[in-house]
């Protein structure tokens, strides 16, 4: 699982070694092919207070499929929907559930970004292409990963629209209050058995990334399960993939659990960060979303584990969040339960109070948690 949530958005010393041919200025946008994005765009504004920004379908001149685009802070998500059968994007659900298909990349330059990754050996995705409408043109290009995801380079500076050419401004009468959600802080990739490493050097090779740090089975595993899992980030630290496989475990790993329901590689889950984390959880409980809990004895043990902290124990407690305390700080973070009917992705809240580390000390308590789900869906 990775809590592997590492540093805020300062360059982080340990990976001054990654090569910068690709200077990512940060996530431009998340892209989740859904069953419905209308019902999924309602469930992102009123569950997770994301704001409507931008629509295309039918009435903006697209034929198949349909899309909405919604932020929060920096955080862009958009929800795209099949409006006719047969497709990729009709492939992909069918295959994966919903899930994310496009981790996009802020680049100043997305031509240069296809030509460098694809020279390294990435597979191209999407060669660079120009779109354009009244407000400008922004340039695209998108090279594959891992599972069926893809990386899509978007270079913007030419543009002043609401969000890409071909899309129109959106908004509705419905407009939910944000809960302080800013910026995603990671991504994590679940790939099979043995293919960390080859994702890892993927990373490394082709996108000039550095590894932050890795965990093996004896750092994330419980009496059952096991995983490992390590941190690929680029040069100026905006962007960190951490990159899990399942380990051998008496019984099943979550990690495989993934696999087996998503059908393959893919996002894991997003860590958004927020500057209040006891506010946030409180207001995403409100509305519904549903977290994992930790048994009450975590708290017991907490301030001797972790030392002095800011936060009240009592909010903490009632909401379940957890702590963890490196050289440079702590942070706070907690982890929903899977967002979809398939057990695939779920989304972490995080707020960082100096550590640009991994909750490495929550690991045990959440794979307890995480176990006891799997436990009640008979997947462990
Ligand atoms: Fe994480």
């Known amino acids: 699982m990775s809590t592997l ?23 431009d946008y998340v892209e989740l092919y859904v069953g419905n994005a209308k019902q999924s765009a309602h469930y992102y504004m009123s569950a997770w207070g994301f704001q409507p920004v931008a629509y295309a379908g039918l009435e903006t001149g697209l034929k198949d499929r349909v899309s909405y685009v919604l932020q929060q802070g920096k955080i862009r998500i958009m929800l795209t929907s099949p409006l006719k059968p047969g497709g990729d994007i009709n492939k992909h659900i069918d295959s994966h559930g919903d899930g994310v298909k ?22 191209s995705y999407l060669v660079p292409k120009t779109l354009q409408d009244d407000s400008g043109k922004v340039v695209v290009s998108g090279i594959h990963t891992y599972g069926e995801t893809v990386h899509v380079f978007v270079e913007r500076k030419d543009y002043h629209g609401v969000f890409l050419p071909g899309f129109k401004d959106w908004s509705p ?32 090779k082709v996108m000039g990334f550095a590894q932050l740090v890795s965990f093996d089975d004896k750092d994330i595993s419980t009496e059952y ?7 690929m980030s ?30 393959g590689a893919g996002v894991q889950h997003m860590a958004l960060a927020t500057d209040n984390i006891i506010e946030t959880v409180g207001s995403l409980r409100d509305r519904g979303v549903e977290f994992l809990t930790v048994p009450p004895s975590y708290y017991e ?9 800011d936060e009240d124990l009592v909010p903490l407690r009632e909401l379940g969040i957890l702590v963890d305390r490196d050289e440079e700080g702590y942070l706070l973070q907690i982890f929903t339960k899977p967002i979809l009917d398939r057990p695939t992705m779920f989304i972490e809240i995080i707020q960082r109070k100096g550590a640009k580390s991994f909750g490495k000390g929550n690991f ?10 799997q436990e009640s869906r008979g997947t462990l």
């Open 5 to 27: 949530d590492n540093t805020s958005l300062q360059l982080p010393k340990e990976n001054l070694e990654a090569e910068d041919f690709l200077p990512l200025l940060g996530t």
């Open 234 to 263: 680029n040069g100026n630290g905006r962007i960190k993939f951490p990159i899990n496989e399942p380990a051998d475990g008496r019984k099943k790993s979550q990690i495989e659990e993934y696999i087996e329901f998503y059908n």
């Open 102 to 123: 496009t981790i996009a990349l802020w680049v100043d330059d997305a031509t240069k970004s296809y030509k460098e990754t694809v020279a390294r050996g990435a597979e």
């Open 173 to 204: 009468h419905y407009q939910p209050k944000d809960v302080g959600l800013k910026y995603v802080d990671h991504m994590v990739g679940n790939v099979g058995w043995n293919e960390m490493n080859k994702w890892c050097e993927f990373y490394a």
């Open 225 to 231: 399960t096991a995983l490992m899992s390590k941190v």
């Open 364 to 373: 045990k308590a959440l794979f307890e948690a995480i176990e006891r789900e």
């Open 301 to 309: 043990e907490l301030l001797d584990r972790v030392g002095e902290i």
